[in-house]
């Protein structure tokens, strides 16, 4: 089993910024993609940013332009840098790591807080 551990979350006022980072506990084999999302209580979980194995990126159009999906191979990890914070993007945000070989993870969910 696979545990993706999220850090980074905290509370910021808006136009600050943040970076979300998600590590897995060991190599995920025949990864599609890597991707954030994010969750208001009562809403459904929303995709925020997708990291493909080619390297391709997709952004949610509420982030793009503010929002940098990132991946370092080596130390496992996978970030979400998000600049120009607004109230509205205040939410847990999730990592997801879909494989094709093993499934899919996620994480544990860390709270992202934006103050007007």
């Known amino acids: 089993q696979v545990q ?3 850090s980074g979350g ?3 006022q808006a136009g600050g910024s943040l970076r979300l980072s998600c590590a897995a506990s060991r190599s995920i084999l025949g990864i599609n993609r890597i991707s954030w999302f994010r969750q208001i ?6 995709l925020v ?3 493909t194995g080619g390297g391709g990126t997709n952004y949610a159009d509420s982030v793009s332009g503010r929002f940098t999906i990132s991946r370092d ?3 496992r990890t ?3 840098q998000m600049n120009n914070l607004k109230p509205e993007d ?3 945000y ?3 790591v879909d494989s094709y070989i093993e499934g899919e993870y996620w994480g544990q969910g860390t709270q992202v807080t934006v103050s007007s």
């Open 4 to 6: 993706l551990v999220e």
């Open 10 to 12: 905290g509370l910021v």
């Open 41 to 46: 209580p009562g809403n459904q979980r929303e």
């Open 49 to 51: 940013a997708t990291n």
């Open 73 to 75: 191979n080596a130390k």
């Open 78 to 80: 996978t970030y979400l």
């Open 90 to 92: 205040t939410a847990v």
């Open 94 to 96: 999730y990592c997801n």
